[in-house]
């Protein structure tokens, strides 16, 4: 949580390869629906500042497996519905395409 700023402007502080320190902008739609899952789930207090935004069954942090499950499952409903969805979606095609779209 102490990696989420919500004041103007809204960022998240990621840390990537190479130990690398990123401030990426959150955009307007994705700042409210955060904002809620916080309140939501209490995570504003100051005292959960070292808690992880996002946790799995366990209440541990989600990993980037955990995703990749996460978004597997919904790969396997969504090509119930349409064969256009591919058979392999991978967390980094989300990161891909929002960034192709932003530029």
């Known amino acids: 949580m102490c990696d989420v700023v919500l004041s103007n ?18 955009m307007k ?37 955990g995703v990749a499950y996460i978004i597997s499952q919904y790969v396997s409903l969504a090509r119930r519905i349409s064969t256009i969805v591919p058979e392999k979606v991978m967390p980094h095609m989300f990161c891909h395409s929002k960034s192709m779209h932003l530029l």
């Open 9 to 26: 402007p809204a960022v998240l502080i990621l840390t990537g390869k190479g130990n690398k320190v990123r401030r990426v902008p959150l």
């Open 29 to 65: 739609n994705t700042f409210t629906l955060l904002e809620h899952y916080i309140l939501e789930n209490s995570l504003d207090k100051l005292w959960k500042s070292d808690y992880p935004l996002f946790i799995n069954k366990q209440r541990n942090k989600l990993t980037k497996e």
